[in-house]
């Protein structure tokens, strides 16, 4: 059975970490708290263990896993060689929500976490839980995301608790998790760099600290038809109804209802909470209108709370892809698996 234990408070909590470093070092997974999304973590050098996320999970293998660490010192230990770049994003930007593909160290992590390629991503994560479970174990982590594959990732522990129950021994519980999307991951290996997934440290952040980017836009997605992060291919972060997006504009969105309702339908409605009076049967506030940061902590949390409702369809209202918008933007296409309504359609 799963345990969930409470970190999240002033206790000093030493003998929950040593559980959960125990755990990890005798070869079994833990989930834990990050500032983007609770991820499923083992320790990264045992492939064992390593095979036990893709199992809890459901995930295919040829999806690699990110590896967490806690000091900048012991990337050079699973890395050829650190770019200049590559070591200046890590100064700007660790800890927090930006993984960096390089090229492996062959031989060292299991090979299951790099799905047999030659290159790992890494990352940081910004909070004081993952933190200090990394720093108290000395060993890099795999984590993905800690939900059943093709769910929203978990924002909570219960989130975690709902998917994983009965399948992992532990879950760390410190609260919600800040950014609610998960990290933005770059790939290095190239010349410029690639954005394979936008997350919350944007394009703007990096092209700031690095020079040029590349973020490709959905187009040119399509036309790659080897995805360079193999996760983004699967459906993902998707509730049981299927999910429409729609103009964040009222009369559409009104309209929209109506329409859906006359066909028998119940609607719930994820949208800036100035839109909660157009008569949807549910409604899940993204927080205020143009305030991305809560919108992006909200959508899986929403998503989710789609699926405890009878609603037989799910209306999300689209934002910009300005800054986080783009990683916000990236998820609600792929939850709504790129269908829209239009005005113009009905
Ligand atoms: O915020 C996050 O990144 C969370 C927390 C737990 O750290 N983790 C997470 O992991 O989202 P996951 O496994 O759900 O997503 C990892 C993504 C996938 O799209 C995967 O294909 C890509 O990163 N990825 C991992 N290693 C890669 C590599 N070597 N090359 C290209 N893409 C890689
Ligand atoms: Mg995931």
Same mark, same amino acid.
């Given at each position: +059975?799963?345990?969930? %234990? ?12 040593? @559980? ?34 893709? @199992? ?8 690699? %896993? ?44 299991? *090979? +299951? ?11 940081? /994560? !910004? ?41 992992? *021994? %532990? ?20 010349? /410029? *760099?690639?954005?394979?997934? /936008? ?30 992060? /193999? ?14 997006? =729609? ?40 927080? @205020?209108?143009?305030?991305?940061? @809560? ?14 409702? !009878?609603?037989? =369809? ?28 239009? %005005?113009?359609?009905?």
């Amino acid at each position: +059975n799963t345990k969930r %234990l409470l970190v999240d408070n002033d206790g000093d909590n030493e003998q929950i970490y040593s @559980q959960a470093v125990d755990l990890l070092n005798d070869g079994e997974v833990v989930a834990f708290p990050t500032e983007t999304v609770y991820g499923l973590g083992a320790v990264a050098t045992d492939e064992k263990a390593v095979k036990k996320i893709f @199992q809890a999970k459901g995930r295919p293998s040829d999806n690699p %896993l990110i590896v967490h660490i806690g000091t900048i010192e012991e990337v050079s230990n699973y890395i050829e060689h650190i770019s200049e770049n590559a070591l200046e994003l890590m100064n700007v930007f660790w800890p927090g929500p930006l993984t960096i593909v390089m090229k492996a160290k062959s031989g060292i992590l299991a *090979p +299951n976490v790099t799905a047999g390629l030659s290159t790992v991503g890494i990352r940081m /994560p !910004d909070h004081e839980v993952a933190l200090r479970l990394l720093r108290k174990l000395k060993k890099p982590v795999a984590a993905p995301s800690a939900n059943r594959s093709g769910k929203p990732s978990p924002t909570k522990a219960q989130h975690v608790e709902e998917d994983l129950q009965g399948k992992i *021994p %532990l879950i760390l519980d410190g609260g919600t998790t800040g950014i609610g999307l998960e990290s933005t991951v770059l790939d290095m290996t190239v010349t /410029p *760099p690639v954005i394979l997934r /936008p997350g919350g440290v944007t394009k703007e952040m990096l092209q700031e600290v690095i020079g040029e980017v590349i973020q490709p836009n959905k187009e040119q997605q399509k036309l790659d038809s080897t995805p360079k992060a /193999p996760g983004m291919k699967y459906t993902h972060y998707a509730p049981n109804a299927p999910v429409l997006l =729609i103009e964040k504009d009222q009369h559409t969105v009104s309209t929209a209802i109506a329409y859906l309702q006359k066909d028998g339908h119940k609607v719930a409605l994820l949208a800036p909470i100035n839109f909660s009076k157009l008569g949807s049967d549910y409604f899940f506030a993204f927080g @205020q209108e143009e305030d991305k940061e @809560q919108m992006g902590a909200k959508l899986y949390e929403d998503l989710r709370a789609c699926d405890k409702t !009878d609603a037989t =369809i799910i209306l999300a209202t689209t934002t910009s892809t300005e800054g986080v918008g783009a990683a916000i933007m990236n998820r609600l296409e792929k939850a709504a698996g790129g269908k829209w309504f239009r %005005l113009s359609e009905i």
